[in-house]
């Protein structure tokens, strides 16, 4: 499996500001995804990063909120827009290979938002 | 639709005891896979194990065991003679063969006692 890293690793911000989470991979993957979960929650797909065009979001979720990039098939980003309370979760990245048919995650970014 | 129920919330055990963790899924599709992810308290998933749909097949890794019934829908976790580092919350989950979204079950947070 895969070695996935995530930073940053935990953070605390403010209200109405905007925090950027890396997902970096040691190799090339064929998909890479970010999921959400929430305080004593199940895990909720946001989207699949899709390398070199837009995101494809899952329902509810929306690119003006998180912004996704993928630059290249080993690294995504995931920005939490204009924060609030109600977005502190546990933000995780999710990749899989081809043919493996099977998500190995990241060890995900705990946001708590004041 | 699908859906993942996992309807134990919460079980204790003392170690050594035996424990099976249910999970019952719901699919119209005939060609699906069924996982089981880990979460120890530091927040990353485990992968554990995947199945998919044509193999009923009941599959034992050292002290983990899962037992697959398509004619019931279910696919349980039994993890036998419990050890502490076996507390986590304990996450079954149903993919789409054409699908990439996971679809994740509440979970079952495991608490082993010493």
């Known amino acids: 499996s895969a070695v996935i890293s995530q930073k940053p690793s935990r953070d605390i911000c403010q209200r109405g500001t905007s925090l950027t989470i890396q997902c970096q991979v040691d190799s090339q993957v064929t998909m890479m995804f970010w999921y959400r979960q929430q305080p004593g929650q199940s895990l909720t797909l946001i989207a699949t990063a899709n390398q070199g065009s837009e995101a494809t979001y899952e329902s509810g979720f929306v690119i003006d909120k998180f912004p996704i990039s993928r630059p290249n098939l080993t690294f995504s980003t995931l920005t939490v827009s204009n924060m609030s309370p109600e977005d502190s979760s546990i933000y995780l990245c999710?990749?899989?290979?081809?043919?493996?048919?099977?998500?190995?995650f990241g060890p995900g970014t705990r946001l708590t938002v004041l | 639709a699908q859906k993942v129920t996992q309807a134990q919330t919460e079980i204790s055990v003392v170690e050594k005891e035996d424990v099976t963790l249910d999970c019952v899924y719901e699919t119209r599709d005939t060609t699906y896979y069924l996982f089981w992810y880990k979460q120890p308290p530091s927040g990353e998933l485990v992968f554990l194990i995947r199945r998919n749909s044509f193999d009923e097949q009941n599959e034992i890794s050292g002290r983990y065991s899962w037992n697959f019934q398509k004619s019931t829908s279910s696919f349980n976790f039994t993890i036998t003679a419990s050890q502490v580092v076996d507390s986590a919350v304990y996450f079954c989950?149903?993919?789409?063969?054409?699908?990439?979204?996971?679809?994740f079950g509440s979970g079952t947070r495991l608490l082993v006692r010493p």
């Open positions: 989950a149903l993919i789409r063969d054409s699908s990439y979204k996971l679809i």
């Open positions: 999710s990749v899989e290979y081809t043919g493996a048919d099977t998500q190995y």
